[in-house]
């Protein structure tokens, strides 16, 4: 593979020799790229005249068997050699991790003129904007497709393809393992804790599984994709982040009842006040186009002003999706096509200020247990009246003999502050045994 053979030398148009590319991290997705690189190799050869070399690679355990044939390459023990090697054109992170050694390679690496591809969206959501600055300064590529929605191009298509566009707001499934474990849970019936053990059994989750179920890591890749919506600076710390722990097997049945499917979303919308960037399981209508990605597929919808809707569904994680981001990312450079990194160039990318959170203006699910006497429903309907929010919905059915009694209640749109009053009052209802169990209902096409 090192070697520069005869078919790798330039066909037609391109640089006169191959694009020498530095692997840091051989785990799912770098083992991915090398597969990939390999086996597709007439593929590639055939849509990118110029060829695309591997000459070097690092990982943590050199005697590790990996199914892969490194003998040709270069191993280097420490990953920061990539970064001054000599025959290295462009260094591929994928170690992970928001700093450490990532970071420590993708700054070395520009700093030493090498062009960087990752699949980081941690380093990204943390450290974008200060890199896509010094990769652009050096005239340097910094992209990172697999990062975001794994093989969807979806930074592709906003970047590229709806460029011409203002774009209005972009949400989405940004995380398979939520996304499966929600499936799982409305299909089975099972509850979050049962189904998780599986999701990491089946090596969907990442390393840290909070990162997955918290809405840490799609909220990484939220903060991306608001950048390059809107050209801005990466903001990872002005999202509002949940994740779904605190979704019931209890709330999905009663979810499908009303007509609803629970996902875990990013949001990011901008409004008058600011951009609003939220993660959190909600509830979205059963006929929406997001309500029937299930499993482990991501989806991307953005909404432009001229284009309007427009939506991308696919495999957001795996060794193959994601070699094939990497990979497709490594071709713009060998063709020689550096953009920006996030749609505008990085000298004019600003920090928005984040919309207030309590003007947000929304419907909610609200699922109260208590203790079956009369008045309660009374006193439930008093508070929402004294807070002017309007019920929409209302099921009550008694689950146990004996036991507390769910009450179940929508509203029509509210505003998140009054709805946080709400709560506040319930909270001092004594038949009101548990906290409120608060969910936004997204009312999405
Ligand atoms: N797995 C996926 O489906 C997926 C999808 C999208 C993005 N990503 C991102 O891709 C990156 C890699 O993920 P992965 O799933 O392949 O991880 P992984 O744990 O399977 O592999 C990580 C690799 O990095 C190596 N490594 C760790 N520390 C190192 C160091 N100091 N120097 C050199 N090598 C080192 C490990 O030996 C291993 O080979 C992460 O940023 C992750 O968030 C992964
Ligand atoms: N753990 C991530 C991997 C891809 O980033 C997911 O489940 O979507
Ligand atoms: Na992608």
């Known amino acids: ?4 053979s005869a078919t790798s030398r330039k066909t037609k148009a391109g640089a006169d020799r191959p694009l020498r590319v530095g692997i840091a991290g051989l785990g799912t997705v770098g083992g991915g790229v090398v597969k990939l690189l390999t086996e597709n190799r007439d593929v590639l050869l055939q849509h990118c005249p110029r060829a695309i070399e591997v000459v070097a690679v690092s990982a943590r355990d050199r005697k590790k068997d990996r199914g892969l044939d490194l003998s040709q390459l270069d191993w280097c023990d420490d990953a920061l050699a990539l970064a001054s090697h000599p025959k290295v054109d462009v260094v591929v992170e994928l170690i992970g991790g928001s700093d ?3 970071k420590a390679l993708v700054e070395a690496a520009i ?3 090498k062009h960087v591809v990752t699949a980081n969206k941690a380093l990204l959501a943390h450290h974008g904007t200060a890199l896509a600055l010094a990769a652009e300064r050096a005239s340097l590529g910094l992209a990172y497709e697999a990062a975001v929605a794994g093989g969807i191009p979806v930074i592709k298509a906003m970047r590229e393809g709806l460029a011409a566009n203002r774009i209005e707001h972009v949400y989405g499934i940004l995380n398979g393992t939520c996304n499966y474990i929600l499936t799982q849970m409305r299909e089975t019936g099972r509850e979050f804790a049962d189904v998780l053990a599986e999701a990491q059994a089946l090596g969907y989750a990442e390393a840290d599984p909070s990162f997955d179920v918290d809405g840490i890591d799609a909220a990484h890749k939220l903060s991306i994709l608001t950048s390059v919506a809107f050209g801005c600076a990466v903001d990872f710390d002005g999202i509002r982040v949940s994740g779904i722990r ?7 049945v ?3 009842e009303l007509g609803y499917r629970i996902k ?3 949001l990011s919308r901008l409004t008058e006040h600011g951009v609003e960037q939220r993660v959190h ?3 979205v209508p059963q006929s929406s186009v997001i309500a029937k990605v299930d499993g482990v597929f991501n989806a991307v919808v953005t909404n432009g002003n001229f284009v309007g809707q427009n939506v991308a569904i696919g495999r957001g994680a795996g060794a193959g999706p994601t070699a094939s981001a990497v990979v497709s990312d490594l071709m713009d450079i060998a063709r020689d096509r550096i953009l920006p990194a996030f749609s505008a ?4 990318l600003r920090k928005l200020p984040s919309a207030p959170v309590g003007r947000r203006i929304g419907a909610f699910y609200l699922r109260l247990m208590v203790v079956d006497k009369p008045g309660v429903v009374a006193d439930i309907a008093a508070i929402m009246r004294d807070e002017h929010v309007s019920m929409e919905a209302m099921i009550q059915r008694a689950r146990q003999p004996g036991g507390p009694v769910p009450i179940v209640l929508t509203t029509h749109e509210t505003t998140e502050a009054a709805i946080a009053r709400v709560v506040v009052k319930l909270d001092q209802v004594e038949a009101i045994l548990e906290p409120a169990h608060v969910m936004p209902i997204e009312m999405l096409a």
Do not use: H, K, Q, R
Not at 345 to 348: F, I, L, M, R, S
């Open 1 to 4: 593979m090192a070697a520069e």
């Open 100 to 102: 450490g050694p990532a």
């Open 111 to 113: 700093a030493n003129g």
């Open 246 to 252: 605190n979704v019931s097997a209890m709330d999905i």
């Open 254 to 256: 009663y979810a499908e």
């Open 264 to 266: 875990l979303l990013g």
């Open 281 to 283: 399981a909600c509830m």
């Open 345 to 348: 160039p990085a000298e004019t």
